[in-house]
């Protein structure tokens, strides 16, 4: 590898790492501000009716959300986030009712991709 290409590519490094703290402290940045705001209304908790009702409150605050469904909507990464949330916590009751609900194609190990070619709506019998 030339000097010349050594140097390129340490520059290139050097531009990603710096991407990568920007990106950092911009997270950190607005996770402060989100801090501040739970002092300033006392909203240290999320959990319960009460919790969400704070969470949509901050929502609104952050980016005019009127409700969750207004977040989601605009935010399907927020969407795989709550998913690969739910997968991770290993509810029993979760997977019951799934597979209760797929019926015979819960037990199917096949890799389907999208909802092309599956009629979601059909019975089995």
Not at 23 to 37: A, F, G, P, V, Y
């Amino acid at each position: 590898m030339s000097i010349l290409q050594q140097l390129l590519a340490l520059k290139q490094e050097q531009a990603e790492q710096i991407s990568e703290d920007e990106l950092l402290q911009e997270r950190s940045d607005l996770m402060s501000l989100i801090e501040k705001w739970q002092d300033r209304n006392k909203s240290y908790s999320f959990e319960g009716y009460r919790g969400v009702q704070r969470f949509v409150e901050l929502l609104r605050v952050m980016g005019g959300y009127r409700d969750l469904d207004d977040f989601f909507a605009d935010n399907s990464g927020a969407v795989e986030a709550v998913l690969q949330w739910a997968a991770d916590r290993n509810v029993d009751e979760w997977e019951e009712n799934l597979k209760s609900e797929l019926g015979d194609d819960g037990d199917d190990d096949e890799d389907h991709d999208g909802d092309e070619g599956h009629d979601t709506d059909h019975d089995h019998e």
